[in-house]
């Protein structure tokens, strides 16, 4: 049984809504935390809040870059790219890695700096605003990590996955910013900039391992899911069953192309069969794995006689 059945599949004009609203709540959001917390990291002499801060501006951009790249990705074919937009959602998805990338390393730098040169020493003891400004923005990105992951599976986005994914290191950095403020406010000023290089840390493991890498598999034509090939050979076979026929399947091979997939399945029949009825066989298995498995843009189903020497076997 495929898991793709126990999802609900949403219509074209469906999937734009959703599309627009995540857009708009990621920017409406950021927008309203960056300016927050830059002024709490300010007024509250915090390090930590002001690159927290900066990690939220950077969520403006990435939300953005998700948006535009989503809505690139659900254009129909055309002469131009005759089997889709796909891929140019794995590209807006690099895009924010590489972002969230520059962002850590940039801020990290700049605690490494500032650590090196003893700037802490002279520093002022963190305020209760940026206490207050940490704890609003862990309870605010949670939030939206949740309500864009949410979308992100509906409508099968590894963008909005990818900014998802911002929103949760931006909650990550507010909780590295709370402890590193509290603990400058005990009398250890350094926490505050120790705290810092571990968000730093944090964001470039997600930029990297996270986003960038998942985008690229996706872009070098990774085979799919194991448990896919395994469903559809379990759909010929059911098949082959009830028609009481022998169809064997000499390969299968499935290949990710953005969120989608395209498969190649060659099986074999009887070598005298008529050709009209093979090709019926043929159009019927490629209809029951295109039914069952919505994940599957296209699936190519060749038919060989048996014994066809070519043919690799399962």
Same mark, same amino acid.
């Given at each position: ?9 949403l219509t074209e004009a469906e999937k734009h809504k959703i599309v627009n609203q995540v857009a708009a709540v990621g920017i409406a ?9 830059? +002024? !709490?990291?300010?007024?509250?002499? *915090?390090? $930590?809040?002001?690159? &927290? #801060?900066? %990690?939220?501006? @950077? =969520?403006? /951009? ?87 992951? +949410? !979308?992100?599976?509906?409508?099968? *986005?590894? $963008?909005?996955?990818? &900014? #998802?994914? %911002?929103?949760? @290191? =931006?909650? /990550? ?129 060749h038919v060989n006689p048996n014994g066809y020497p070519y043919g690799v076997g399962e």
């Amino acid at each position: 049984m495929s898991k793709e059945k126990t999802k609900v599949h949403l219509t074209e004009a469906e999937k734009h809504k959703i599309v627009n609203q995540v857009a708009a709540v990621g920017i409406a959001g950021n927008v309203v935390l960056t300016a927050f917390k830059m +002024f !709490a990291g300010i007024v509250g002499n *915090s390090t $930590a809040m002001v690159s &927290d #801060a900066i %990690h939220s501006l @950077s =969520d403006v /951009f990435a939300t953005f870059i998700a948006f535009v790249g989503v809505k690139i990705s659900k254009k129909g074919a055309d002469a131009s790219h005759p089997y889709g937009h796909e891929r140019f959602e794995c590209f807006a998805s690099i895009l924010l890695g590489l972002i969230l990338t520059y962002t850590g390393v940039h801020i990290g730098w700049g605690c490494i700096q500032s650590i090196i040169h003893k700037e802490y020493l002279t520093a002022q003891t963190p305020g209760m605003i940026a206490i207050a400004a940490a704890v609003v923005s862990i309870a605010a990105k949670e939030g939206m990590y949740w309500y864009t992951i +949410f !979308a992100a599976d509906k409508i099968e *986005s590894s $963008a909005f996955r990818a &900014d #998802a994914w %911002h929103h949760r @290191s =931006d909650a /990550f950095s507010s909780v590295g910013s709370l402890i590193g403020i509290l603990g400058a406010r005990m009398g250890f000023p350094i926490m505050d900039l120790l705290a810092g290089l571990v968000i730093c840390a944090i964001i470039i493991h997600v930029g990297l391992v996270e986003v960038i890498l998942d985008a690229v598999d996706k872009l070098v034509d990774h085979a799919g899911d194991p448990e896919t090939d395994k469903e559809i050979k379990e759909i010929v076979n059911e098949y082959s069953k009830e028609h009481d026929m022998n169809i064997g399947i000499d390969s299968l091979m499935t290949r990710q192309f953005g969120e989608k997939l395209f498969a190649d399945l060659e099986i074999n029949l009887d070598g005298n069969m008529p050709l009209h009825e093979a090709h019926l066989v043929a159009d019927d298995v490629h209809g029951l794995i295109e039914k069952e498995h919505p994940e599957i843009k296209h699936i190519t189903v060749h038919v060989n006689p048996n014994g066809y020497p070519y043919g690799v076997g399962e």
